[in-house]
T-cell receptor, first 115, second 111 residues
Framework: DQQVKQNSPSLSVQEGRISILNCDYT??????FLWYKKYPAEGPTFLIS?????DKNEDGRFTVFLNKSAKHLSLHIVPSQPGDSAVYFC??????????????FGKGTLLTVNP | NAGVTQTPKFQVLKTGQSMTLQCAQD?????MYWYRQDPGMGLRLIYY???????DKGEVPNGYNVSRLNKREFSLRLESAAPSQTSVYFC??????????FGPGTRLTVL
């Protein structure tokens, strides 16, 4: 029973274009969402997050959109750069405010940005 | 400020051998976590520790034990390794937020 789904295992885009990575979730108790980026042989690094009280959060070239009614979020990277090539994980949390924060991860999407 | 560190980076075990994966963080975080990453499976939580002195099972705890040695250190032990435990193991920590910070990982192979 996958609560966080990234249905595209891979995505390829041209440098300078927009990359859109999608994520769906099934648990309506999730109220905080994060995107992590992972290079080979390294640990995941935090990229951007969004609370369920918002529908958009922007940080430089990265924007995350949240559609609560559809239980869907997306990560937009504009413009895409070759250095963005990595695996992107979507994660969700439903414990905001508690003393421990467990994340549920999707399976990841491999983004390749071609020069 | 090293963040989250893990040792060893690589390990090869034979079936039935035991080992302990070490994790330490220098960010004064209360919560620490152990994950495994398998191809096509994403990151799955093995155990976590909400604070010093407490540990709880995650999604895939069978075959593992943990010890929260102090606020800085959280170790993962495989008592009798099995080939199904071949994976990349990540430790993470967080402080009263949902954002977790990960170590570089330990690549474990069980023959």
């Amino acid at each position: 029973d996958q609560q966080v789904k990234q249905n595209s295992p891979s995505l390829s885009v041209q440098e300078g274009r927009i990359s859109i990575l999608n994520c769906d979730y099934t648990n309506s108790m999730f109220d905080y969402f994060l995107w992590y980026k992972k290079y080979p042989a390294e640990g995941p690094t935090f990229l951007i997050s969004i609370s369920s009280i918002k529908d958009k959060n922007e940080d430089g070239r990265f924007t995350v959109f949240l559609n609560k009614s559809a239980k869907h979020l997306s990560l937009h990277i504009v413009p895409s750069q070759p250095g963005d090539s990595a695996v992107y994980f979507c994660a969700a949390s439903g414990l905001g405010g508690g003393s421990n924060y467990k994340l549920t991860f999707g399976k990841g999407t491999l983004l390749t940005v071609n020069p | 400020n090293a963040g989250v560190t893990q040792t060893p980076k690589f390990q090869v075990l034979k079936t039935g051998q035991s080992m302990t994966l070490q994790c330490a963080q220098d960010m004064n975080h209360n919560s620490m976590y152990w994950y495994r990453q398998d191809p096509g499976m994403g990151l799955r939580l093995i155990y976590y520790s909400a604070s010093e002195g407490t540990t709880d099972k995650g999604e895939v705890p069978n075959g593992y034990n943990v010890s929260r040695l102090n606020k800085r250190e959280f170790s993962l032990r495989l008592e009798s390794a099995a080939p199904s435990q071949t994976s990349v193991y990540f430790c993470a920590s967080s402080e009263n937020t949902d954002t977790q910070y990960f170590g570089p990982g330990t690549r474990l192979t069980v023959l």
